[in-house]
Structures are given as structure tokens and as C-alpha cells.
């Protein structure tokens, strides 16, 4: 482990920058968020290549403007209708910041805040942060903790809390992953594969309409490997509606086990990833709303320049009987992994 400055915030907290590492691949993150700054792993030709967009120090994440690069995301990542939802018959209300909805719990997001670190060693370090009763609107205090692994051949993402009143807890990574290496244009000829019979298709401001549709002959479909752009601008309403790919796919109704999800191959580099997890969806999102961003080294990120998986509830689940439930009880413990393999 190799620690480094990050930069110091606008309230004058200085950050660090934690590199692990191991033959395989390094991954660097900061206090900052809990944030995920860089994944590098070597290409097919041996070049350590780094696959997720970002920034090269704290201000560029403490600016970013609705980006999230990197963020671990909560206490509620993606959509919730009208920032309202009612649970043991309380209404709660959210920030409206996206719409009419509330997206990625509103205006103080855990990704702009600087975090503890609680343990670090070798091949693993442990941030965690004190989320209080009513944080962002949400019921039931708790404390978050986000672990980042380094395993043989990838790493993987522990999200751990204990909320003390019922709450809905549902958090995620935000990478923009870009298999040719950040910086590297379009992401449009990456090979995916997405391990889901059906997606819940959305409104014109990404809610759910509360379907759960099958993908088979349609664009969503990514159960055999296909290009990433081979569909994406096809006359297909959910695609018209999000501008491209941001949907979520059911990838474990059941919400239990740690299963497959996806994998994607870099055209260029060669360099696959493959993920799995125990939440029960995954949100595909191609960029559709970057333009002209300054990230590392001034490279300018662009639309469809990188693509996002997020593990998680699905989107408004809390507002949707047949979606699986986003609520964390009382006393019990919120435990989902992501595991990222190369
Ligand atoms: C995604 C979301 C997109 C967009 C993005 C952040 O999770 O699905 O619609 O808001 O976050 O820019």
C-alpha cells in the first residue's frame, strides 16, 4: 500500500490517495468519497492501462457536476419518483435534483464527503462514515462502511451498515469504465454481455412504469456477447426516452446469492472485465449525459466514451410493490459485495 496527497478540500481537509497493488493489477481510491480514482491493468500487449475515467485530485471530484466518476453512491443510488416515498406509514420527501425525481439521494451525496479509514493493510483498506437519523431525508441512523480488496486476478467492493430505525439502504459504485483506457474515445465497439431474461423498462425521466419486461428480441437483449453500439441508436422507445443505454436489468429476483452479471471486452486493448455480485439488478449506463469534461491528464471525456455498471436495487423500488425491496430493518445488516475480475 502506497499513500499519497490528494489535494486539500474547500474547507481545508487534506485527502489521501491509497494505492494497492498486486501482480495482476492496482487499484488507487481515495478518503474523498470513499472514491474509486483508478483501476490499471495491462493490456494485451502488457501496458498498464487505466480503465476508469476520473479526475487527478480532490477538486475535480468535489466540482464534478452530476458526473459521479468513481463515487460510491447512497445511501440510495438511482431514481426515486418525486423524491417521495412512504415507509411504516411516514412520508418522507428527498431532494428534488434531477427532474422532478431525486437521483442518487440529492444534494449532499456520500461521494462529497471525506470519509474514515478505518483499517488498511496490504490488500485491503476499509473507509466508513457516520450517517445520521434523517441524512438526506432518509429515516434511521447508521454507519457505512465500503471495503476495497484486492483479490488474485481483481478486487472486490464490501458495502456494510447496520441501520438503527428501518431505512432503505441500495448503494453502489459509479465507475466509467473504458476498456481501452481512460481518455480513449468511444466504448460504442466494447463486447458486452449482460446475464438478465428481463429489464423494467421507464418513463421519459427514468422512473420505472412498474413492468418487468423480457429483452429477447429487443436491444436490451445482451445474453450473447454484441457491440455496445451494434443497437444503441435503434428505433426502440426506452432507448429514445434515456438517450441510450441506462436501464436496469434483473439480473437475481431472489436477492440472495452472489451471481454473474456481466462481462465486457475492451476492442482495442483486449482487456475483459467481468463482474458479479449479490444485488439483484445492474444499471447499464453509455455516458449519455457527458460532454466536454476535463479528467486525468486533460483528457476530455465525451458522450458514449465510457460505460457504467451499477449493482443495485432496482431503480424506485421503494415506490414499487413487485420490485424487490430496497428496506433495511432495524438491527439487521446491509452486506452486498461487488467483485470486479480481469
Ligand atoms: C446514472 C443514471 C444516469 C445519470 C448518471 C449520472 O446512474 O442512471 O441517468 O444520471 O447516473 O450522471
Request: charged content about 20%; glycine content about 8%; aromatic content about 12%.
Amino acid at each position: 500500500m502506497t499513500v499519497k496527497d490528494f489535494g486539500i478540500t474547500k474547507d481545508g481537509i487534506a485527502t489521501k490517495l491509497y494505492t494497492l497493488k498486486n501482480n495482476n493489477l492496482e487499484i488507487s481510491v481515495t478518503d474523498f468519497g470513499s472514491t474509486l480514482v483508478s483501476i490499471v491493468v495491462p493490456d494485451r500487449n502488457n501496458k498498464p492501462t487505466d480503465i476508469v475515467l476520473g479526475y487527478d485530485d480532490v477538486s475535480g471530484y468535489e466540482t464534478d457536476d452530476g458526473y459521479y466518476f468513481g463515487c460510491n453512491v447512497g445511501r440510495c443510488a438511482n431514481r426515486i419518483a418525486r423524491g417521495h416515498f412512504v415507509l411504516n406509514n411516514t412520508e418522507y420527501n428527498l431532494d428534488i435534483n434531477n427532474g422532478p425525481n431525486n437521483l442518487h439521494s440529492g444534494l449532499n451525496p456520500y461521494s462529497k464527503r471525506v470519509w474514515t479509514v478505518e483499517n488498511q493493510n496490504d490488500t485491503s483498506i476499509t473507509f466508513s462514515l457516520e450517517s445520521p437519523h434523517m441524512d438526506q431525508g432518509f429515516p434511521g441512523a447508521l454507519k457505512m462502511y465500503v471495503t476495497y480488496e484486492l483479490l488474485e486476478d481483481g478486487f472486490k467492493i464490501n458495502y456494510n451498515a447496520t441501520p438503527d430505525k428501518d431505512t432503505i439502504i441500495n448503494v453502489t459504485n459509479h465507475s466509467y469504465f473504458n476498456l481501452n483506457g481512460e481518455g480513449s474515445g468511444t466504448v460504442l465497439n466494447h463486447s458486452v454481455k449482460i446475464y438478465a431474461d428481463s429489464f423494467t423498462p421507464a418513463d421519459e425521466t427514468s422512473i420505472p412504469t412498474g413492468e418487468i419486461e423480457a429483452v429477447k428480441d429487443t436491444p436490451m437483449d445482451f445474453n450473447n456477447f454484441k457491440t455496445i453500439g451494434q443497437d444503441i441508436n435503434k428505433d426502440y422507445i426506452p432507448l429514445k426516452y434515456a438517450n441510450g443505454y441506462d436501464h436496469n436489468w434483473i439480473t437475481d429476483p431472489t436477492d440472495s446469492k452472489l451471481h454473474n452479471i456481466m462481462d465486457a471486452v475492451g476492442d482495442v486493448s483486449g482487456i475483459e472485465m467481468k463482474i458479479s455480485t449479490n444485488c439483484p439488478g445492474v444499471q447499464m449506463y453509455t455516458a449519455n449525459f457527458v460532454e466536454n469534461v476535463k479528467g486525468k491528464k486533460g483528457h476530455i471525456y465525451n458522450v458514449r466514451e465510457a460505460v457504467c455498471f451499477e449493482p443495485q436495487y432496482y431503480p424506485d423500488a421503494i415506490n414499487h410493490d413487485n420490485f424487490v425491496s430496497p428496506v433495511c430493518k432495524a438491527g439487521c445488516t446491509y452486506n452486498k459485495d461487488i467483485i470486479y475480475k480481469f
